[in-house]
């Protein structure tokens, strides 16, 4: 029976394992540790990386690389406003809940590597600023969260078998569950152009 479950749900629990470890890394205050050596890196990327010296010398790069970053998070979020609110049973009735997973999760992988991409150019151009806002270490843990979410509980769960065998609930929780997940990350990286 427990080697059942574990087989069938290794990514999860390697996933709660993992947020876990983070837990007690920052109850041990661990983080805290090694913080005070992450600043040369970052003014080093600021100052004397190729992507910091284009990033702040070209403010129209610097713009355009930021713009294709807000496209590609807007992107993010409304391929999981359109899957989860599928889930919840809102929207796109008519379309199989199977085919609008599968879909979107292709579109999202592509956005969410675009993300990435675009916002460690972004992040160069002001490192030495982002260093010190709590929001910045924030959004990256909630970043990594829901991208663990989303591969290895929400997209194994959802093609392991039909949605109509699913529990309806643990539908709703998992759709529900990602979209808070995703509204933080919109949100804290909304509130790094505040700060």
Known sequence: MFSLLLNQ????????????????????????????????????????????????????????VEAGHLLSMATIGGVVLATDLRLLGIVFRDVPSETLTRGTHKVFKLALVVAILTGIFCAAGVADKVYYMQVFWFKMLVLAVGSGFVFFIKQPLLNSMPHAQINPWLLRLLAITSILIW????????WIGFS
């Open 9 to 64: 749900y290794r990514r999860t629990l390697i996933l709660f394992l993992v947020l876990a470890l983070i837990i007690i890394l920052e109850m041990v205050q661990f983080r805290a540790a090694i913080y005070p050596g992450l600043l040369p890196i970052f003014e080093w990327v600021r100052y004397s990386s190729w992507i910091g010296i284009l990033g702040t010398t070209y403010g129209s790069i610097y713009a355009t």
């Open 183 to 190: 509204f933080t990350v919109a949100a804290t990286g909304r």
